[in-house]
Each structure stands twice: as C-alpha cells, then as structure tokens.
C-alpha cells in the first residue's frame, strides 16, 4: 500500500522543493499543503462541495473548518 505522504515527500525532494527557501530549512509537508490549498481554493470563492470533492473529505469538514457559515469564508484557519 503506497502511503500519500511518504509519495508526496518524494515528489517534493525530486523536484527540489521539499524545503521553503523563504523562511530558512523549514520542511513541507503533505498536510500543511493540503491546508494551504484549500484556504487558497476557498478564498477564491470555489463552491464549498468542489473543494470537498477535490479534498477528499465531506462537505460538512470543508464547512466547519474553513467557513463561517453565517457569512464568508473563514481565512487563515
């Protein structure tokens, strides 16, 4: 069974990305940019069921997590 993020890794250190050279050796992960991408996906206004299609998780996490449903979405989370 191939495990996400150990296959993630390999594709960042592959293509020479697994460290941020902004902010030092800071090493990259496939959670931070799972998080990174959705924040991003959902501050460009991208409709709450795609993004939880897209992630892989239900409607109600992409909601909870990174929406305030009683108005806009949620930044920074």
């Given at each position: 069974?191939?495990?996400?993020?150990?296959?993630?890794?390999?594709f960042l250190k592959d293509h020479l990305m697994l460290y941020e050279k902004t902010h030092g050796k800071r090493r990259r992960n496939y959670f931070a940019t799972r998080h990174y991408f959705i924040t991003k996906v959902v501050s460009d206004g991208v409709d709450a069921f795609q993004v939880a299609y897209v992630a892989g998780t239900s409607l109600g996490q992409i909601q909870k997590t990174y929406f305030d449903t009683s108005s806009e979405p949620v930044l920074g989370s």
């Open positions: 069974m191939i495990h996400v993020g150990q296959t993630f890794g390999k």
